[in-house]
């Protein structure tokens, strides 16, 4: 009797800490999603993706493990791995199974609350020894092994033994961090060696691991490995702070200082420094520049900057520069001002939130180049041959490619940012977009340097681009048909188009591809559809004000009633649409906290799905919500 009693209290101490496990990724299963339309074309795209071989760069495993797991969908997925595991067995390295068994045993941990008590502690049991066979085969020295042992087994109940090996694979992160994939992955270290130091009682050194990790409080409901980050002082960085030489003593990169990347050159006669780019602020050009020079004391003066397109985060910061040396020189394209006029006709409410409170549109206004560019140019800097060639998208059709033949560097700007322009200015051109890439292509440069540093990360190479193209061709006239019979932009993206061959034959293109995909749908329908649309969206003009008053006054939507359907909404991963009733509601349920609570709640994990491929969501959700999420960087 004493015996069933124990076995009891721990089921039910064990489903509340596998609960907080779940809260930690997602919220627990309302309903089996396996039977459920899928609704996430993404999830099904790396579903195919990792059906086909086991994928070349582990990224697309763990894109689809996170996309499971923030689906709320994790025993589906835990299966999928599984099946996997076994079908690629024979052709896997040991290292390559280990990460498919880290794969299914956290999301075995995720799911462990929606086994029943009957055979919830022999299922965690055999996910424990799943994790510990991966960090066998893995020979303890793998990141992304490490850490997800180390998180599970936080989470786990004392009554499994757990705790010091949370402890040491927590700690192994720290002391190993150079071995992850970047510095955000510290994040959940700090978040749970802090946890563990709260159960210990010490609440000195828990606070101290709570602020590393940037998290508010310790019930924080999602996972944030992104190496993005978002404050209200600096707005966005796409990754860390870090300074690298591409070639060394010559070319240097600057990333994550602010929104945008620094380029520096320098000459042949090493007589002369030549920018690339002026950044968002004067501010971050300042901290930016400073940091470059302690990093490399004896550099040259500045003399040139050439400017790769003129929006607001890639000559913002003119000013800052021009009061080093009067002698500089801006050499832009000759239609800047035209350019320039698309910045300043956007919605002012995205600025600060792209690019810091200290951002000012005045210092987009004033800008002027020295020099412009209206055809393929030639020059000599320092005795640095330098070609400049205008291209006309597919951002922006002031692009200009600032080509380095001899030292086989081209920067090219945001020719190829997914969103084909800014998705909130009437611009983007995806056939200028086609044509620079030829363009790309013909010069095949040994370094392809991109305005922010996941478009160098994921579209590096001219044989990719041009690969990509080819795909891209194809998804336009899939798009231009599905206009032409009237289809929604809505059931376009859900289509889940993938080019006839992409899956056989071009495995580096399966992420670069899956950015576009949305983006290049949205800029296509917009530019091709009027503003009476086939689902009748435009031929009234109603606002939230309207769809508050059909929810609230004529249908008697209450407060508790809209909480429990977004509650329902978020537990079946259907974020979008949870947001999207939120709005509707208006503000008539301002002053609820549990409104605002399901509020938090949705935008937090519309910011965890989007988290490592669309930073412009994550920019905005992080603002419907006030969150920030402080910039990470590796121990010292």
Not at 281 to 287: F, G, I, N, T, W
Not at 503 to 531: C, M, S, T, W
Not at 577 to 592: N, P, V, W
Request: proline residues 5%.
């Amino acid at each position: 009797m004493r015996t069933a009693i124990y076995l009891l209290a721990v089921l039910l101490v064990f489903g509340v800490s596998l609960a907080k496990l779940r809260a930690t990724f997602a919220r627990p299963d309302a309903r089996n999603h396996s039977d459920a339309g899928s609704g996430r074309p993404e999830l099904e795209y790396l579903k195919a993706v990792n059906s086909v071989a086991p994928p070349r760069d582990a990224q697309l495993l763990f894109l689809l493990m996170a996309e499971y797991s923030n689906a709320n969908r994790q025993g589906e997925g835990a299966e999928f791995f599984s099946a996997r595991l076994k079908e690629f067995g024979p052709r896997l390295t040991d290292v390559q199974k280990a990460l498919y068994l880290s794969a299914i045993g956290l999301l075995r941990a995720q799911h462990a609350s929606s086994v029943s008590l009957l055979y919830r502690i022999g299922y965690v049991k055999d996910t424990i020894a799943i994790l510990d066979q991966a960090k066998q085969l893995s020979g303890g020295q793998v990141f992304v092994v490490n850490w997800i042992a180390g998180v599970v087994y936080t989470e786990l109940p004392g009554f499994f033994h757990q705790r010091k090996a949370a402890q040491d694979g927590l700690v192994w992160c720290v002391e190993n961090a150079d071995k992850a994939p970047h510095a955000g992955w510290l994040r959940e270290v700090y978040y749970h060696l802090g946890k563990l130091a709260l159960a210990d009682g010490d609440q000195a050194k828990a606070q101290d691991y709570l602020r590393r990790s940037g998290y508010r409080a310790f019930d924080h409901p999602i996972t944030l490995i992104t190496p993005f980050s978002e404050e209200v002082a600096s707005g966005h960085t796409f990754s860390p702070r870090h300074i690298a030489e591409i070639i060394p003593g010559r070319v240097y990169a600057l990333s994550g200082f602010e929104f945008t990347e620094y380029y520096f050159v320098v000459s042949d006669d090493r007589r002369e420094l030549i920018g690339i780019d002026a950044g968002t602020r004067p501010d971050s050009a300042k901290v930016a520049y400073e940091a470059l020079r302690a990093y490399a004391p004896g550099l040259p003066e500045l003399t040139t900057i050439f400017v790769t397109h003129s929006h607001w985060d890639h000559i913002g910061g003119h000013t800052y520069f021009r009061a080093l040396n009067p002698r500089l020189r801006f050499y832009a394209r000759s239609n800047y001002a035209e350019e320039i006029a698309h910045d300043l006709s956007q919605p002012g409410v995205f600025d600060k939130q792209f690019f810091g409170e200290a951002f000012s549109m005045e210092n987009v206004r004033s800008f002027k180049p020295d020099v412009t560019i209206d055809r393929r140019n030639e020059l000599k800097i320092g005795g640095t041959r330098i070609e400049l060639i205008p291209v006309e998208g597919g951002e922006t059709h002031d692009a200009m490619f600032i080509n380095l033949p001899d030292q086989g560097v081209m920067f090219v700007g945001d020719f190829i940012m997914p969103y084909l322009g800014a998705p909130f200015v009437a611009e983007g051109d995806l056939q200028g977009l086609l044509d620079a890439i030829d363009i790309v292509v013909e010069k095949n440069p040994r370094y392809l340097l991109h305005g922010h540093q996941p478009l160098t990360q994921n579209f590096n190479s001219a044989s990719l681009l041009a690969h990509l193209k080819t795909d891209l061709v194809w998804l336009r006239e899939q798009v231009l048909t599905a206009i032409s019979r009237g289809d929604e932009r809505g059931a376009i993206y859900q289509a889940n188009l993938i080019p006839p061959g992409l899956l056989n034959d071009q495995p580096d293109i399966y992420q670069p591809y899956l950015i576009l995909r949305e983006h290049v749908i949205d800029r296509l329908y917009d530019q091709n559809v009027g503003y009476w649309q086939p689902n009748l969206q435009g031929l009234e003009h109603l606002t939230r004000a309207d769809h508050a008053e059909l929810m609230v006054d004529y249908l008697g939507v209450s407060e508790r009633q809209l909480v429990k359907a977004v509650e329902r909404l978020t537990a079946d991963g259907k974020y979008e649409l949870a947001a999207s009733l939120l709005e509707s509601a208006g503000d008539r349920f301002d002053g609820s906290s549990s409104v605002a609570s399901a509020k938090r709640l949705v935008y937090l994990k519309l910011m965890e799905k989007h988290q490592n491929t669309d930073p412009f969501k994550f920019i905005i959700y992080s603002g419907k919500i006030g969150e920030q999420t402080p910039q990470m960087t590796a121990p010292k």
